[in-house]
């Protein structure tokens, strides 16, 4: 490994806060990662972090690394896309994420035909339904439901995506079917609840307007698609991307509920730093990813 690679390995660590961490985003081993910071604390004769079982803090001169370190991997990436802008082959590595249920069906697939079309390119893509900071992620783009919280990046729409409250045969026999989006509220409602989660309410579109419902129910979890499931098995009442859920609702395993009001369509965009929007690969990313997309949402 590089001096170069070394360095991005210790920003990475300081960024994410961990060496375990760290090392992941750069696919390497805790131990691998290890030995990268070690070799840098040879080689400048300091210690650049402090660490503790509980914490891993950046020293003095630590800190004046991570910063320096930080400017020259944006040089260097830049002049990475500058070159490449003019040789006609973007290449190098672009970092994705997206929410799980979004990241399997829509983005997932699109990688394979991607790297194809462009094999200089690799794509190494991250799922979360946990809100993204791309600065911490060092992702070059990520691909969200909802509406970007930064104004300080930029964004793409692709698409509106609908959502749908949905139920198991098995459940509404048991516990009746909600008829107004009030009945909602004795209901065992499938919550998707992570810290900054946009889901403790419920906002349905009514004639009356936009209706936010504080929903509740008797367990939650931070990924989309175990909601899904638990719906299936008949737990309670879920609130997913219409996309997710259509298999299921076309074979009657699951049933949609207050179809005269659905909950409020979410926007399906990517995110990305400005400092990368004139990056080619980036660009012709998410240029083919909006033109896969088109209607499949």
Partial sequence: MSYLDSLRV?????EKGSITAGGRDMRLSPAGASNRIKELENRFGVRLLNRTTRSLTTTEIGQLLYDRARAIIEAVDAADALVASHSGSPQGVIRVVAPLGVGRRL???LIPRFCERWPEVQVRL????????????????????????????????????????????GYLAAHG?????????????????????????????????????????RFDADAGDVLTAWALDGAGIANRPRYEV????????????????????VQFGA????????????????????QELKGAL
Wanted: glycine share 4%.
């Fill in 10 to 14: 210790f920003v990475r660590v300081v």
């Fill in 107 to 109: 983005i997932a697939p």
């Fill in 126 to 169: 991250r799922l979360t339904d946990r809100g993204v900071n791309l600065i911490e992620d060092a992702a070059d783009v990520a691909f969200f439901l909802g509406e970007p919280e930064d104004s300080t990046f930029a964004w793409r729409r692709i698409a509106e995506c609908a959502r749908v409250l949905v139920a198991s045969p």
């Fill in 177 to 217: 079917t909600p008829r107004v989006p009030d009945d909602l509220m004795v209901h065992n409602c499938l919550l998707l609840r992570f810290p900054r989660s946009p889901e403790y309410f419920w906002v349905l579109d009514t004639p009356e307007g936009r209706a936010k419902l504080a929903v509740t129910g």
């Fill in 246 to 265: 259509a298999a299921h609702l076309a074979d009657g395993s699951l049933v949609e509920l207050l179809p005269d009001t659905p909950p409020v369509p």
């Fill in 271 to 290: 995110l990305l730093p400005h400092r990368q929007l004139q990056d080619p690969k980036v660009r012709l990313f998410v240029d083919f990813a909006v």
